[in-house]
């Protein structure tokens, strides 16, 4: 779940991001608290923190005084926007890079994406 | 106030530096790390600290105050060492009753949870317990003591994975409860790398390394590809540890911003380097000298 590559915090806020796009924290609904967060995923809460802030920062999260922190409304349209223009260098570049290593043309990598969405 | 501040500590025995100029500053509220090899001197100063022993020279506050001879800092402070010793004639809970009398934020019944967790047998003498149990006593002296500066020195030698957890736990759900200062100290990098917001590495009585945790995340990473694509590529680069196989190699480098990308491009396949191994390579003697050499 969690791995060496990257800081944890981005890690942890890119894991409650997906939640948010899977519908598992719908809008206007409460997150897991930062305590909550470091005890179950074992982090020490300070990283959890400043994973749930950079949401804060980014206007997915949002904090009631005393309550805890909630979906943004419009979360989820945000966040598909955001990942819609990371999706050609995450996803599409590493597959056309593979693709011609393979000796993959073009028109048969579109054969193949086609195939995969129809099945 | 910092919860300890040092300036150039020094511990010397007859030729021994065990600690050799250390100055660190640590903020209350916050689990460090203490890690090094052994020998590096994490208990020589955390003996200095707690006053156990004198410096040779340099300067220490804790919590703003000189810890040594200094009884109300000291209350403060609760030092669980590696290899604690207690009166034959104790039993485990004749230790319990004791510290909870030394200990001012003592919880009784934190402390019970505790015993019940690690299985305690808290009627059976102290020198018939095995060594796992001697570290369960640590540990939870450690906890319900709440005190505001704790340090854990190694503290669980013969301890199985499930009750490292179980600690792990425990510290993690009561420190976000009653927040103070906690330096661990540990071999168990992996294990822990996770809890602790900050580490401090000695090596041979210096600090080596005095960061976030989350800074040394993704700081070094390990290249593997074709030797000459290799070797093209660590070029220019700070490079901590390098092997080869034939026509392949691989290298641990210090990354800078893009390096992963860069690395990609270039055919070479990247993976993490875990706190764990970082530590390892900065502190393997062979490695050091070809990095300085």
């Known amino acids: 779940m969690l791995d060496d590559s990257r800081p944890l915090f981005v890690q942890i806020a890119e894991q409650i991001e997906n939640d948010i796009l899977d519908g598992t924290y719908p809008e206007e609904t409460a997150v897991p608290s930062t305590n909550e967060l470091a005890a179950f995923l074992r982090i020490n809460p300070a990283t959890a923190g400043k994973g749930l802030n950079r949401l804060v920062d980014s206007g997915i999260l949002y904090k009631r005084r005393g309550i805890g922190m909630f979906v943004a409304t419009g979360a989820t349209r945000q966040l598909k926007e955001s990942r819609q223009t990371s999706f050609a260098a995450e996803y599409v570049a590493p597959l056309v890079h593979e693709a011609a290593k393979l000796g993959i043309s073009t028109k048969d990598l579109i054969a193949l994406i086609t195939k995969e969405a129809q099945s | ?293």
């Open chain 2, 1 to 293: 106030m910092t919860a300890i501040s040092t300036r150039d500590l020094a511990k010397t025995y007859k030729d021994v530096r065990a600690v050799d100029g250390v100055t660190i500053d640590l903020e209350p509220g916050r689990i460090y790390g203490l890690l090094g090899r052994n020998g590096a001197g994490k208990t020589t100063l955390m003996q200095l600290l707690t006053g156990q022993i004198f410096a040779t020279k340099g300067a220490m506050t804790v919590f703003g105050e000189n810890p040594v001879e200094n009884a109300e800092i000291l209350a403060q402070t609760c030092f669980i060492q590696e290899s604690q010793k207690y009166p034959d004639t104790f039993r485990a809970r004749d230790v319990l009753t004791v510290a909870a009398s030394v200990y001012p934020n003592w919880d009784d019944s934190f402390a019970g949870r505790l015993v019940d967790d690690f299985r305690l047998p808290t009627k059976r003498l102290i020198k018939k317990l095995s060594r796992g149990q001697l570290s369960a006593i640590g540990i939870i002296i450690g906890l319900a003591s709440r005190a505001p500066l704790t340090f854990f020195d190694e503290p669980y030698l013969g301890l199985d994975a499930v009750a490292r957890q179980i600690f792990y736990d425990r510290l993690l759900s009561d420190f976000a409860e009653y927040p103070r200062t906690v330096v661990l100290s540990t071999h168990h990098i992996d294990e822990a790398a996770n809890l602790l917001e900050h580490v401090v590495v000695l090596d041979e009585g210096r600090v080596l390394l005095d960061s976030d945790t989350e800074e040394l995340r993704g700081h070094a990473i390990q290249i593997s590809g074709r030797a000459a694509d290799v070797d093209a590529f660590v070029a220019n680069r700070e490079v901590i540890a390098q092997e080869r196989m034939g026509g392949l190699a691989s290298a641990t480098l210090i990354a800078n911003e893009g390096d992963q990308d860069a690395a990609q491009r270039a055919d070479l396949s990247v993976s993490p380097v875990s706190l764990q191994n970082l530590i390892v390579h900065l502190t393997t003697d062979a490695q050091r000298s070809t990095v300085t050499a």
